[in-house]
Structures are given as structure tokens and as C-alpha cells.
């Protein structure tokens, strides 16, 4: 068995319903496949003396789940006043409107398609709820509308589908773009250098206690793929799925469509530095 401290941002193992750290409670969804590992991690967020709760990424459309939500803040004392979604894709944010009806919140969201009242969300809001504090941080790269949540009383950050707790994710090309993605990722080791960030609390997957080795391993492991993509394009590879076939034949079948849209998301970044044939003249 290998040790969970070995690997890539310290996963803390088994991902369960419960408590992560002193504000933040998971609820996890129901819904696991090999895109989404053990489900969805909806995040219950209050500071220990307040009676106020923030939610973020609802989940899936799914009764019980959102359910479980409410009634995990209400045995803790907890109302909840707002709901956050760190991005759109369904299993984060197709509950969301039916969730809004069970608590009457408001859904803040980068995507004003997303929301659920007045206010949305952008880059450098602080968000003030109950006393709990949340620094919303700019992520795009996943999908162009990601964002992250900075909590800085627990030095942890909420990073949606940006950063996972197991394997890495995808550039979802054309929403998502592999330039925007890298930037995040320095956007995000920036938070573990310069403002004491060391847990990360991910959309799927466990808890990882290594914010900056998580983020350190994701910057590497682009840089590994990108360099795989540019080589097997020189070796004759110019499709992408001739390049997803070569560069990820270690990768579950099942996967290389996923694959596929970071493929297609490298080769653009590729060709827009002027690395491979094919870029703006």
C-alpha cells in the first residue's frame, strides 16, 4: 500500500461526509464515475460560533443530496445563507436552483447564467458571511468561468475541479484554455508561498494537506504532457486522437475522450508559441 504521505499533495485517503477542518464540513455526493472519483464534495462552510453557513457547488440534481446538505447544517445549529458554485459544469452546479428553493439563498457564480439573485462573482470579492471570510480567486482554465475560494482562517483553498484531491483534471478546450490553466496554477502555488495556503479543499477527491506540492506536481505534470504532445506531433502524431492514442496509451480507454480536450487544449497553446505548425502567422 502506498503511503498517502508519499504521494502527490498528502491525500488524507478515504473521502468520506465530515469534517475537513475547523470551517469546512463535506458532504459528498452520490454520483461517482471515473470523471468525478468518489462523487461530487459539496462544502458546508461557518465559523464554529456562528449560525450562518455557506455552501459551495450544491451538486448534482439530486433530491437526497441536496437534502443531506440542509439537514447536515441544521443538526450543527446552522442556517444557510448563500450558495457559491466554482464553476458550471452539472455536477457541481445542476442543483443549484432546486437547492435555492430548500434554503431560499442566492447563487453567486462567475457565469451570470448561473445565478440566482443580483450578485455574481469575481476575482478579488471578499465574501463575508457570519464572520466567515472567503477571498475569491480567478482559476480559469478548467472552464473559462473556474474559480477558487482562499479561506484564509484555515489557510485552505476551495479549488473546485482546478485542482483535485486524486489524479489530475482536464482543460475542457474550447471553454477551457491550457495558457489560463497554467496561470492558475501559478495563481494558486502563489497562495501557498506568499499567504500560508496548505490545505486544499478539492471538488472531487480526498483532502490534501500539501497545497503547494499538489500545485508544484500539477505545473510538472503539464510541462510533462505538454513536452509528450510537441514529440509525438514531430514523430508524425497530428490528429488529436492519434496523439491522445500515443500519449496516453497508460490512461483507461474510458478517459481518452476527457483526454482528448486537454490534448486538443495542448496543441492550441502549442501552436499559439509558435512550437508546432499550425499557429497564427
Do not use: C
Not at 63 to 90: N, S, W, Y
Not at 134 to 150: I, K, N
Not at 252 to 274: I, K, M, T
Amino acid at each position: 500500500m502506498t503511503d498517502a504521505a508519499a504521494l502527490p499533495g498528502q491525500p488524507r485517503g478515504v473521502v468520506a461526509s465530515g469534517p475537513a477542518t475547523a470551517r469546512a464540513v463535506n458532504i459528498l455526493a452520490p454520483n461517482p464515475s471515473a470523471m468525478t472519483l468518489d462523487g461530487t464534495n459539496t462544502w458546508l462552510l461557518s465559523e464554529p460560533d456562528s449560525e450562518l453557513a455557506v455552501v459551495v457547488d450544491p451538486g448534482p440534481l439530486d433530491e437526497g443530496h441536496l437534502r443531506a446538505v440542509v439537514d447536515t447544517a441544521e443538526r450543527a445549529g446552522k442556517r444557510i445563507a448563500l450558495t457559491l458554485l466554482t464553476h458550471g459544469h452539472p455536477d457541481h452546479a445542476a442543483g443549484a436552483g432546486r437547492f435555492a428553493e430548500l434554503t431560499g439563498t442566492k447563487v453567486r457564480a462567475l457565469d451570470p447564467a448561473l445565478r440566482l439573485g443580483d450578485e455574481g462573482l469575481a476575482a478579488g470579492n471578499v465574501i463575508r458571511t457570519g464572520g466567515l471570510e472567503l477571498h475569491v480567486v480567478a482559476t480559469p482554465g478548467h472552464t473559462a468561468d473556474s474559480l477558487s475560494f482562499h479561506l484564509p482562517a484555515d489557510r485552505a483553498v476551495l479549488t473546485g475541479d482546478t485542482v483535485l484531491g486524486r489524479g489530475t483534471t482536464v482543460v475542457a478546450h474550447p471553454d477551457g484554455r491550457l495558457g489560463d490553466y497554467l496561470d492558475s496554477l501559478r495563481r494558486l502555488r502563489s497562495l501557498t508561498v506568499d499567504d500560508g495556503v496548505h490545505t486544499v479543499l478539492p471538488g472531487h477527491g480526498p483532502v490534501l494537506d500539501d497545497a503547494q506540492g499538489a500545485v508544484e506536481f500539477y505545473l510538472a505534470h503539464r510541462a510533462h504532457r505538454l513536452a509528450q504532445v510537441e514529440t509525438a506531433v514531430e514523430n508524425g502524431f497530428t490528429t488529436p486522437e492519434e496523439v491522445v492514442a500515443h500519449v496516453y496509451a497508460d490512461v483507461d480507454r474510458s478517459l481518452w475522450p476527457a483526454a482528448e480536450w486537454s490534448v486538443r487544449a495542448q496543441l492550441e497553446y502549442l501552436q499559439d508559441h509558435g512550437l508546432i505548425p499550425g499557429g497564427p502567422e
